[in-house]
């Protein structure tokens, strides 16, 4: 499983566009991309998932690029409730009956007013 | 809203006794999953089942047992447990062919005692 590096902690403000970089050096050609939000005392939720270039949703968009080498997670113009812990997850369950999803320390956003 | 229902949210217990958490789902997925989270810490996999069997163990000590009786359940049961496994303890589940897409409960709390 590749090993993915992200910022500890990263501050915004309500309105703002926020970008959350990932590293994943050693990706595999059959890894796939997935990001996940978790607030306190909550399971994670499933934010968006991509392999390559550019995935969008009404959540969040995935730019993913050419060396697929690390990966951005853009939230439009956040608000308070924005405020939790984002992980990136990179393993091949593409394809599959399960996937061995392992989540690294993951980036604590806090959204200020 | 959470579709994985996780029961019970809270349970205290002794180092002698013996209890279980329960996970339900009815979304028709085939595999689901067990994770445990200390205060501050991504997600740990646990325990992995694809179509009712037992796929992936990382390497939990035995007073940690799953049990997947049928397609919508999940269940782990403990016994002879220590205080450093008091944990948030997440169940998930996956639709076959998007493993890297889990649906989360809300967790049980564990505190032992």
């Known amino acids: 499983l590749a090993k993915t590096t992200q910022p500890i902690s990263m501050d915004s403000y309500e309105g703002q566009e926020v970008n959350i970089t990932c590293s994943h050096n050693?990706?595999?050609?059959?890894?796939?991309i997935t990001w996940y939000q978790q607030f306190p005392s909550q399971g994670p939720r499933f934010i968006i998932q991509?392999?390559?270039?550019?995935v969008t949703n009404e959540v969040a968009s995935l730019f993913i690029p050419a060396d697929r080498k690390s990966s951005t997670l853009s939230l439009p113009r956040v608000s308070l409730s924005d405020t939790a812990v984002y992980y990136c997850?990179?393993?091949?369950w593409g394809s599959g009956n399960t996937g061995k999803l392992i989540f690294g320390q993951g980036t604590t956003l806090q959204v200020k007013p | 809203d959470t579709e994985v229902t996780q029961t019970p949210k809270h349970l205290v217990m002794g180092m002698t006794n013996k209890k279980s958490l329960k996970c339900e789902q009815h979304?028709?997925?085939?595999?689901m999953y067990w994770y445990k989270q200390k205060a501050k810490k991504p997600p740990e996999l646990m325990f992995v089942?694809?179509?009712?069997?037992?796929?992936i163990n990382e390497s939990v000590p035995s007073r940690f047992s799953p049990e997947c009786p049928n397609s919508s359940l999940l269940n782990l049961h403990l016994h002879a447990l220590q205080p450093e496994d008091s944990a948030l303890y997440l169940c998930?589940?996956?639709?076959?062919?998007?493993?890297?897409?889990?649906?989360f409960g809300e967790g049980s709390r564990l505190t032992v005692l």
């Open positions: 998930a589940s996956s639709p076959i062919g998007r493993p890297g897409e889990l649906f």
């Open positions: 979304m028709g997925h085939r595999a």
């Open positions: 089942y694809s179509y009712e069997k037992l796929s």
């Open positions: 050693n990706i595999a050609t059959n890894d796939y």
């Open positions: 991509g392999y390559k270039t550019k």
């Open positions: 997850l990179v393993g091949d």
